[in-house]
């Protein structure tokens, strides 16, 4: 573990030390402007991509950005996150943490050595940060808070369970409703617990649920804070967060209905429910709220949060002591039956923490080639309603989905002569005043695809890896990376995905 944490020092070492003592790479001039995409999190936080500079001049090209090729870490390790617990389960184990902080620095000082772009591994840096100051936060409190219920598990109770979760996650965010709520889902259904359940929970929990409030995913929240009205989700995503919810609750109900029965013995003791739930560890709940109050600690949004200012933007730093410091003292003083009754560990937090690093420190190469076409001519030439939600989706599955949100509002923004930095414009845009295009639509796909799409994948979201580590560490068999494409998401989400297309964004 040791020498886990030395790699990790170097590569933040590395960082800070180019965020303190060198010059900004992308400079302001009357003949420059610099489009900065901020914030964007795996769970309410702000995290922030960096687009590249956007030049006056026809023809002139950005001599600081990353080469296609340098997206081959990328693909690697996502290759081998899908590979590696299939074929080669004993090395992945045992080395994932090395692959993964190897990868990111090969991209990394490639970023700060090679081309002299510094300020887009601070961002990734920043991003990651924020992401997993959130996570290990939210882990750590729920983890103290055991709730029991004392009841059979059939399907309906199942799924009254899923759609409960689906609600909280718009209050306290797909992560953690996600943390609170997956352990007591597998206690309700200990002796039967099979991959579907958790599958369902991810895709109805952890991603499809939180669409209805900023509160409920990054995305949502990165677009509130450039000027989303906060009930504008509500308002608008409800028919499909509804539809997409009761799509699945229905066949959940009839696989649980077929897969989640007991074999009977006539020798099975009978078991008498109370149909009563119990909490232990309610002071917990009180570590939640500070989490929960601490992300809108932003000082990019309110004055006077002290703040970190590297090339004219603010990265926050007090929200994380607050979110890390919540991590400590909720297990420090937490109710030990609460943590036994968890049987709770680092292990599943560990594992997200490295894996993440990998993907934040390779995926900027890609971002980088997302955000160039997004706002290119030509990509500015194909945007509609459909290319949106199939665009954003699709990268969403892969990618980090809040900048790959706000990638793509800036590019349909952009398309209409607005700029994404401009909170009056950005309520235009939401208001479906701007000029004679449907924009509303335009955001609808942007905002209903980067939440619902999170779910094709474990990566795509960051409470899915962390909901299918917990349920490993339970004894459940968890299906692979393309496992769980291939029997769950592409069957099951991808269908339900393109009716939501073809009954709210297609029909326009």
């Not at 991003?127 to 750590?140: D, M, T």
């Not at 409960?164 to 965010?173: D, K, T, W």
């Not at 449907?438 to 890896?465: C, E, K």
């Amino acid at each position: 573990m040791k020498k886990y944490l030395v790699s990790l020092s170097i590569l933040f070492g590395i960082l800070f030390f180019g965020l303190v003592e060198t010059t900004p790479v992308f400079g302001y001039s009357a003949e420059n402007s610099v489009e900065l995409l901020a914030h964007a999190d795996a769970d309410f936080t702000q995290l922030e991509a960096s687009t590249v500079e956007i030049h006056a001049e026809a023809g002139e090209h950005d001599t600081h950005s990353a080469p296609a090729w340098l997206v081959i870490p990328f693909i690697t390790l996502l290759l081998m996150i899908a590979t590696g617990p299939l074929f080669y389960e004993h090395f992945w184990h045992h080395n994932y943490p090395k692959i993964a902080v190897g990868f990111a620095l090969i991209v990394v000082l490639y970023y700060l050595f090679v081309i002299g772009n510094v300020h887009s591994p601070v961002h990734a840096l920043a991003e990651y940060i924020q992401f997993i100051a959130l996570l290990a936060s939210l882990y750590v409190a729920s983890g103290g808070i055991l709730i029991e219920i004392d009841k059979k598990a059939t399907p309906m109770a199942n799924v009254s369970l899923l759609l409960i979760g689906a609600v909280v996650s718009n209050l306290i965010g797909t992560t953690g409703a996600s943390m609170l709520l997956i352990r007591p889902f597998i206690r309700l259904n200990k002796g039967n617990i099979q991959a579907y359940h958790i599958v369902f929970f991810i895709l109805m929990v952890s991603n499809v649920g939180g669409s209805l409030t900023p509160i409920g995913d990054p995305p949502l929240f990165l677009g509130f804070l450039k000027g989303v009205p906060f009930f504008w989700t509500i308002e608008h995503n409800w028919p499909a967060w509804a539809f997409a919810l009761a799509c699945l609750s229905v066949i959940f109900y009839f696989v649980d209905r077929k897969f989640g029965k007991l074999p009977e013995d006539e020798y099975t003791e009978v078991i008498t429910y109370t149909n009563k739930f119990s909490m232990i560890g309610v002071k917990n709940f009180g570590w939640l709220f500070i989490i929960i109050c601490a992300v809108f600690l932003d000082p990019n949004v309110i004055e006077g949060v002290p703040a970190i200012v590297y090339d004219g933007q603010k990265f926050s730093y007090l929200r994380e002591i607050i979110m890390l410091s919540v991590a400590y003292f909720s297990y420090k003083f937490g109710d030990q039956k609460a943590l036994k009754g968890n049987e709770f560990n680092f292990e599943p937090i560990r594992e997200v923490a490295f894996i993440f690093v990998g993907i934040f420190g390779t995926m900027m190469p890609a971002l980088e080639l997302v955000g160039n076409f997004a706002k290119s001519p030509e990509g500015a030439a194909m945007i509609t309603p459909n290319t949106l939600y199939w665009g954003t989706g699709v990268l969403s599955a892969v990618l980090d989905n809040a900048p790959t949100y706000l990638n793509f509002l800036a590019a349909a923004m952009a398309s209409e002569g607005a700029n994404i930095n401009s909170i009056a414009e950005v309520r235009e845009f939401a208001a479906n005043t701007m000029n004679d295009s449907d924009t509303t639509f335009q955001l609808l796909a942007i905002a209903i695809a980067s939440v619902f799409f999170g779910a094709m994948t474990y990566i795509g979201n960051g409470p899915n890896f962390m909901v299918k580590s917990i349920a490993e560490q339970s004894g459940i068999k968890m299906p692979s990376f393309f496992g769980y494409l291939i029997r769950f998401t592409i069957p099951i989400l991808l269908p339900i995905l393109f009716l939501v297309w073809l009954l709210f964004i297609a029909v326009v």
